[in-house]
């Protein structure tokens, strides 16, 4: 993508600031007037956002359940913004 002056692509708003500030030659566009950084999507002012999913089929198991809670529990914030996303409001 970077070395194709006319691509659009779509990644997190996190990685592409991330790569931007390290010299890789993207560049962040805004949408709706919004510009896209990590504090506009954390407060919901970037329109343009997607949700993690986990994904499971049938009923959960209790080893399941219980990595599902450790998964939104602010235990893994650190670790989902070192990843470069938003992590769930508390």
């Known amino acids: 993508m ?12 996190g990685t592409a600031a991330y790569e ?11 949408a709706n007037g919004k510009v896209a950084t990590m504090e506009n999507v954390r407060r919901g002012d970037f329109p343009i ?3 993690l999913h ?3 089929e049938g009923k959960l198991d209790p080893h399941t359940e219980a990595f599902i809670a450790f ?6 914030h650190d670790l989902v ?3 470069f996303f938003v992590p769930l409001a508390p």
Not at 71 to 76: D, I, L, N, V, Y
């Open 2 to 13: 970077a070395g194709n002056p006319h691509a659009v692509g779509f990644v997190s708003v």
């Open 20 to 30: 931007a500030a390290r010299g890789t030659p993207i560049k962040l566009l805004a």
């Open 49 to 51: 956002v997607r949700t």
């Open 54 to 56: 986990l994904v499971t």
């Open 71 to 76: 998964c939104q529990s602010a235990e893994t």
């Open 81 to 83: 913004t070192e990843q």
